[in-house]
């Protein structure tokens, strides 16, 4: 929708783009002293961005632009202004984030404003918030590729990066990980180390071929393990090698998908399932990995195996798993 | 149960070990505890109440320092002993004396502006220089980050690394989690807080509180459909003494 990084020639758009923000603010300032009236459309153009809005926010207010604005532009000056507030009253803030002008205006603040990240403090925070907004208030998965992307552009520019990703978690989507894993080969080392610190994987190295390998398997490992991963509570702000997601080895064994966010089945477990956790609850830590991991296996390559293999006394389920996955216990 | 080169310690042992208050309440919960906690020599066991109690001591300093909470993005700290890094954390001024920078946000705290996990870390340094002294703190500290839990000196690191423990003690650093938390105040995502006593906790920005207050002002600034309280974690994050021990010891 707003990919489009074109805009016709003399619109504000285009002169911000083109000759800087300084050069848009005066042509802005002409406008409003000759012909005050035309200021509002070409702000209300849709082919402007949030970093053109919010570099002119000071000359609209002063000017009393605001009521010719479109919904979705009001609704922007009031976001920005309610999150650079120095004390935020809560909690919704004042915000009628039902209103869809609402969540359009987070969405296009993130969505064209992204690409103009470093522009200021203020600019940077009201990303950030409208990022989290948008993950953990609309569920809005569609700005994780971005936002993922953003993260490691800020990366390299060494800037403050916690609130961005925090952001990102807040989806509570594990296969949002899949954003984040091709940094792990990347040529740029610093986007390797973030990413390791994000998925909570070692560093490897420095032998490309290497970085390749561990990108494949953690794929691989999210592909089988995403219905049973859980966000932990853990965060850069509380561990400086946070494990943010962990997997459910109990929702693995029984191959029942969990919710992320709560780590409870998203269905009921049914008595026979209560009984099958409390057997495996018995077995050792590396025997659980060992029946978990056959567990799921077995369930995708052959149910009706699986639902005899399910019943069968724990110790023989770890017999036939040894043998099956040819794995030997430490 | 407390065991010193791999003897139990008699309680007779235990009572001439401290005097002090503090370290006497987190030897009795060492010595009372179910698990066997081996120490090297009496020094060592000595070293870690001394620096838990300098911990406490200079969490309830810092509490009345007057530095104010703020952002990353809003920090601010004083231009003579430190330098603002982009990202809003705190790195000693090059020709700077670490031990007096240190000393500076407890002295002038009104200069120094920050967020909670840094507020931690400040902590740990002060009573480190408590412990060590200026001039061997200036030696194994030469220089200085300040930045929540990244960017940590490798001696400090596991201060930053959340473990479970079997108990808790005085001088841990611990941390609410608040998972409904509204995306529009993230500084308000959790609390980091020093155990003092097992019951009151100081988080910067929040004061010395309990457990069920700090949740309280947590779950005020949750969204308005959550569904999950803020709670304390069951796990902790603890400096490693015994090394700290020994580079006490190495002049």
Not at chain 1, 103 to 128: C, K, M, P, R, V
Not at chain 1, 241 to 258: F, S, T
Not at chain 2, 171 to 182: I, K, L, M, S, W
């Amino acid at each position: 929708m707003y990919s489009d990084s074109r805009a016709p020639v003399g619109t504000l758009e285009y002169i911000r783009r083109n000759r800087g923000v300084n050069a848009c603010k005066r042509r802005f300032q002409e406008i409003i002293g000759k012909q005050k009236e035309a200021a509002p459309r070409l702000l209300n153009d849709e082919g402007l961005r949030f970093a053109t809005l919010f570099s002119l926010k000071p000359q609209i207010e002063e000017s009393g632009l605001k009521d010719g604005l479109s919904e979705k532009n009001r609704a922007a000056l009031q976001i920005c202004d309610k999150v650079l507030e120095e004390k935020k009253a809560l909690p919704g803030g004042g915000i009628s984030y039902t209103d869809e002008n609402v969540h359009a205006a987070f969405l296009w603040i993130f969505q064209t404003g992204a690409e103009n990240d470093g522009l200021s403090d203020d600019y940077d925070e009201i990303l950030d918030l409208s990022a989290s907004v948008l993950t953990r208030r609309y569920r809005e998965t569609s700005i994780l590729p971005g936002l993922a992307a953003l993260i490691f552009r800020r990366n390299r520019k060494k800037g403050y990066l916690h609130d961005l990703i925090w952001a990102f978690f807040q989806s509570h989507d594990p296969n949002a990980l899949r954003y984040l894993a091709p940094y792990l080969r990347s040529a740029n080392a610093r986007d390797r180390e973030l990413a390791h610190l994000l998925l909570h994987l070692p560093d490897i190295g420095a032998d490309s071929r290497r970085w390749e390998t561990q990108y494949r398997k953690f794929m691989k490992w999210l592909q089988d393990n995403s219905p049973y991963l859980y966000f932990t509570g853990e965060s850069l702000q509380s561990s400086n090698q946070p494990e943010i997601c962990g997997l459910d080895r109990e929702a693995k064994y029984l191959c029942k998908q969990i919710s992320p966010r709560k780590r409870t089945p998203v269905d009921p477990l049914t008595s026979q399932e209560k009984e099958s956790l409390s057997c495996f609850a018995q077995a050792e830590e590396s025997e659980q990995t060992v029946l978990s991991d056959y567990s799921k296996a077995l369930h995708a390559s052959n149910p009706e195996s699986w639902n005899r293999w399910i019943h069968l006394p724990v110790e023989e389920q770890l017999r036939l798993a040894k043998n099956g996955t040819g794995r030997r216990l430490v | 149960m407390i065991f010193i080169a791999g003897k139990q310690i008699t309680s007779e042992e235990l009572s001439n070990l401290t005097h002090e208050n503090t370290e006497r309440s987190i030897l009795s919960q060492l010595a009372s505890a179910e698990e066997k906690l081996d120490y090297d020599s009496s020094e060592q066991l000595v070293f870690e109440l001394r620096l838990r109690a300098q911990t406490v001591a200079a969490a309830k300093e810092l509490d009345k320092s007057g530095m104010d909470f703020a952002i990353f993005r809003k920090s601010r700290c004083n231009p003579d002993f430190w330098d603002r890094t982009a990202e809003g954390g705190f790195r000693l001024k090059s020709g700077a004396k670490p031990s007096e920078a240190i000393s500076d946000i407890f002295d002038h705290g009104r200069k120094y502006a920050t967020e909670c996990a840094t507020a931690m870390v400040i902590v740990y340094y002060r009573a480190l220089l408590a412990v060590l002294g200026a001039d061997r703190f200036n030696q194994v500290f030469p220089k200085i980050e300040l930045m929540n839990w990244h960017h940590l000196d490798r001696l400090l690191r596991d201060v930053g690394l959340m473990k479970k423990y079997p108990f808790y003690l005085p001088g841990d650093r611990r941390y609410f989690a608040n998972p409904d938390v509204d995306p529009l105040t993230p500084e308000w995502q959790g609390e980091n807080v020093i155990d003092l006593n097992g019951k009151l906790y100081y988080g910067h920005g929040v004061g010395i509180y309990d457990a069920d207050t700090i949740i309280r002002s947590l779950n005020q600034n949750r969204i308005e459909d959550a569904d999950e309280t803020a709670y304390l974690m069951d796990s902790a994050g603890r400096p490693d003494f015994k090394n700290l021990y020994r580079i006490s010891q190495n002049h």
